[in-house]
Nanobody, 123 residues
Framework: QVQVVESGGGLVQAGGSLRLSCVAS????????MGWYRQAPGKQRELVAS???????NYADSVKGRFTISRDNAKNTVYLQMNSLKPEDTAVYYC?????????????????WGQGTQVTVSS
């Protein structure tokens, strides 16, 4: 089992910045893709940004140029730097980590979610 814990959410004024962090912990695992999703009230969860093990990134059109995803493989951590925040960025942000357990054969994969962190942008 791989546990995922997010931090860094909060209340910020429009135009401000926040940095989210997400740490994955467990035993004998390797991470492939790490990503951030968000869910606003009454809306479906959507992908915000993702990053592969080779640091290839993907962003939602709505955050391109404002958000930056990065990862520290040594710390099993992924970050989301959010700049120029808008009220429409208000949502619960979830971290998702996918990979496999290195000691299992056949290979057993995992897909773990954090509990979410609230980001509120006031106008």
């Amino acid at each position: 089992q791989v546990q995922v814990v997010e931090s860094g959410g909060g209340l910020v004024q429009a135009g401000g910045s926040l940095r989210l962090s997400c740490v994955a912990s467990g035993i004998m695992f390797s991470i492939n893709t790490m990503g951030w999703y968000r869910q606003a009230p009454g809306k479906q969860r959507e992908l915000v940004a993702s990053i592969t093990s080779t640091s290839s990134t993907n962003y939602a059109d709505s955050v391109k140029g404002r958000f930056t995803i990065s990862r520290d493989n040594a710390k099993n951590t992924v970050y989301l730097q959010m700049n120029s925040l808008k009220p429409e960025d208000t949502a619960v942000y979830y971290c998702n980590v996918g990979g496999y357990f290195t000691r299992s054969w056949p290979r057993r994969s995992f897909d773990s979610w954090g509990q979410g962190t609230q980001v509120t942008v006031s106008s």
